[in-house]
């Protein structure tokens, strides 16, 4: 298992609503259009990731677990994914995991069994909170 640990802060403006991805950013803001991005402030982006765990996503059949945890509130989320040989990890400021296919330089996992809609609201109430600390944990079988 080769595993990739992400700190990113919640936002007032997170909305957790798109059907289909969620995102992670490294950008500090958020206005109330990004419903698809669940934390901002990330300090790795899908270029920042490891040599490792890329090549590991790259690999046909690998499996992704993504973590989300907001520790002061008690609240984790566990989401199912895919890798894929097209995986790039180019983008030197976004992570979009993908219920699809679809796979750009943003892309970290496709095939995902939750996006940001599927989040529990819990959570999404969690990630809100301006300066709630949020943790994600990607792991790759």
Not at 68 to 96: K, N
Request: aromatic share 4%.
């Amino acid at each position: 298992m080769v595993v990739e640990v992400v700190r990113a802060w919640g936002h007032p403006n997170v909305k957790a609503e798109h059907p289909t991805t969620f995102e992670v950013t490294r950008e500090r803001w958020l206005t109330s259009k990004g419903d698809c991005i669940i934390a901002v402030g990330a300090d790795k982006a899908a270029r920042d990731l490891g040599r490792e765990f890329k090549e590991a996503a790259r690999r046909p059949g690998a499996e992704i677990t993504i973590v989300i945890e907001v520790p002061s509130h008690g609240v984790e989320e566990v989401v199912r994914a895919e890798g894929h040989p097209a995986l790039t990890f180019e983008h030197p400021t976004d992570m979009v995991v993908r219920k699809s296919y679809f796979v750009c330089g943003r892309t970290v996992a496709v095939g995902a069994d939750k996006a940001a809609r599927d989040l529990s609201r819990e959570l999404v109430r969690a990630l809100r909170e301006r300066g709630t600390r949020v943790i994600i944990r990607l792991e790759v079988l």
